[in-house]
């Protein structure tokens, strides 16, 4: 405790450094009486509940509306009659070249199970593990 000395407390000085910052405070401080929303900030909208009776009244059809959102849903080729973009090109003649027959083996090749092969699908299947061999 050599190092320490006792400081002594001088009032005066107290109390002009405490009435600085009273007065620095009151400088910055300002009363908000008006509130708003903050437009910076994204706003989470609130549903509505299914039960209440002033939310479900019956509203009258508007019928350029549904026209509009039937039009929306419909696919390219119903809505337009030639290509629109260079996408719509890859897929707007989409009616096959070739006539799928499935009895045609030239194009279909199809998985045939003979004798054989049925006896050693059912060895695999009932755990026989020499696939590789």
Do not use: C
């Not at 190092?3 to 405490?18: A, F, P, S, T, Y």
């Not at 009486?33 to 900030?41: A, D, E, I």
């Not at 039937?70 to 070249?97: C, F, N, V």
């Amino acid at each position: 405790m050599a190092g320490r000395q006792k400081v002594i407390v001088d009032e005066v000085h107290q109390n002009q450094i405490l009435r600085e910052l009273y007065l620095k405070e009151l400088r910055t401080q300002k009363l908000y009486t008006q509130y708003h929303v903050n437009p910076l900030r994204k706003v989470h909208t609130i549903t509505r509940k299914p039960m209440s009776w002033h939310d479900n009244l019956e509203e009258p059809e508007d019928d350029r509306f549904l026209n509009l959102i039937h039009h929306a849903s419909q696919g390219p080729r119903m809505k337009y009659s030639e290509t629109q973009t260079e996408s719509h090109e890859i897929g707007w003649d989409s009616d096959p070249l070739v006539n799928p027959e499935r009895n045609d083996n030239r194009l279909n090749h199809f998985r045939v199970y003979k004798d054989i092969t049925l006896y050693k699908a059912k060895m695999w299947s009932l755990g026989e593990d020499d696939r590789h061999k």
